[in-house]
């Protein structure tokens, strides 16, 4: 009796299996797009034919772009890329080229939940790279229940399900606020991105803790909140300087928007640091040339972005879940 016919190609295996070769690669390759009773069906077959997978083809049926994918969202217009964005950009795109891997920029629409398999299906981009201020609840919860490789930036310090850096928050908001009580301010306001931001949450527990240290109180009448763009900033600090004429310093939780603050805060005739102190967040590469130079709460753009590139990488070699946070540091100039 002739023995059977062995399964020599990836095409075989996806034959005798009744599924694609996509598939089958992928299973082959322990792909988390890949349920565990069909990754067990197909390796139980190869083992039996004896296959053995050949890289180079294997590379071309998973389809790997050796690109990742940085992830903007369509439906919040007035959420432009500002300066620390690029240079978080510039840190991955430098990172990745190290690798041999390239840089995709891709929109994604509110209501969309199928561009994650989309992308990896069709071998367009092997992970992706998010920001919490921007990613939706239901887009999260999409790439978690895929398994698709993944990275957040700006999601509190923790431990978490799939890979995040993120900058110490809490500590920044508290640096910055102690530095504004240390030069005898007591009507310290706080300009703050979105409400719901969770990284802005937390520079707001770090601001009200270091007002209760030094035994002030939070008057909701020097708390606004922005979208971190100019023009809204710009809004809100006239707003505060409305109802609060008395205030004499303000933490703001961008440079962008701390910009656009002084700019206010000039035009209303009020000098900077006399009358108004202002401290900014992120320190920029333009912040020290400012008028007057800002100071700032520094959380390197660049090291954030060559650490989430890194750290996807290594994700998507070893399956390991990182959870990183990079410190805040005071930056002092003219401004406070």
Same mark, same amino acid.
């Given at each position: 009796m002739a023995e059977p016919a062995r399964a020599h190609t990836i095409?075989?295996?996806?034959?005798?299996?009744g599924v694609s070769k996509s598939t089958v690669s992928r299973a082959l390759n322990d792909s988390p797009l890949i349920g565990d009773e069909t990754k067990e069906r197909i390796r139980s077959i190869a083992k039996e034919h004896e296959f053995r997978m050949n890289v180079p083809a294997r590379r071309l049926?998973?389809?790997?772009s050796h690109a990742l994918a940085l992830v903007t969202y369509d439906y919040k217009a007035e959420m432009q890329p500002d300066v620390f964005m690029l240079e978080i950009m510039?840190?991955?795109?430098?990172?990745?080229?190290?690798r041999d891997f390239d840089l995709?920029?891709?929109q994604v629409g509110e209501e969309d939940t199928e561009w994650p398999r989309r992308y990896l299906e069709t071998g367009r981009a092997d992970g992706f790279i998010l920001l919490a201020a921007m990613c939706t609840k239901k887009h999260l919860a999409t790439l978690v229940d895929l398994r698709a490789p993944f990275i957040m930036w700006g999601v509190p310090p923790g431990s978490h399900e799939y890979c995040t850096v993120t900058g110490d928050s809490f500590a920044g908001g508290r640096i910055a606020t102690e530095r504004l009580v240390r030069r005898g301010c007591t009507? $310290?306001?706080f300009l703050g991105g979105f409400e719901w931001d969770a990284e802005v949450k937390e520079r707001y527990r770090g601001y009200e803790a270091a007002l209760r240290d030094a035994g002030q109180t939070v008057d909701p009448a020097l708390v606004v909140h922005a979208h971190w763009s100019e023009a809204s900033a710009a809004e809100a600090m006239n707003e505060l300087l409305t109802r609060a004429p008395d205030v004499d310093a303000v933490f703001v939780n961008s440079d962008r928007m701390a910009f656009a603050a002084m700019e206010v805060i000039q035009k209303h005739r009020r000098r900077i640091p006399d009358d108004i102190a202002v401290?900014?967040?992120?320190?920029?590469?333009?912040?020290r040339y400012?008028?007057?130079?800002?100071?700032? $709460?520094?959380q390197s753009g660049p090291l954030a972005g060559r650490l989430l590139a890194e750290h996807l990488l290594q994700h998507l070699e070893t399956g390991v879940i990182t959870n990183v946070s990079i410190p805040a540091e005071l930056v002092v100039?003219?401004?406070a």
């Open positions: 095409a075989d295996i996806a034959r005798l299996a049926s998973l389809k790997q510039s840190g991955i795109s430098r990172a990745l080229h190290a995709l920029v891709i009507r $310290i306001a401290v900014g967040y992120d320190d920029v590469s333009i912040a400012a008028d007057p130079p800002l100071t700032t $709460i520094r100039r003219e401004s």
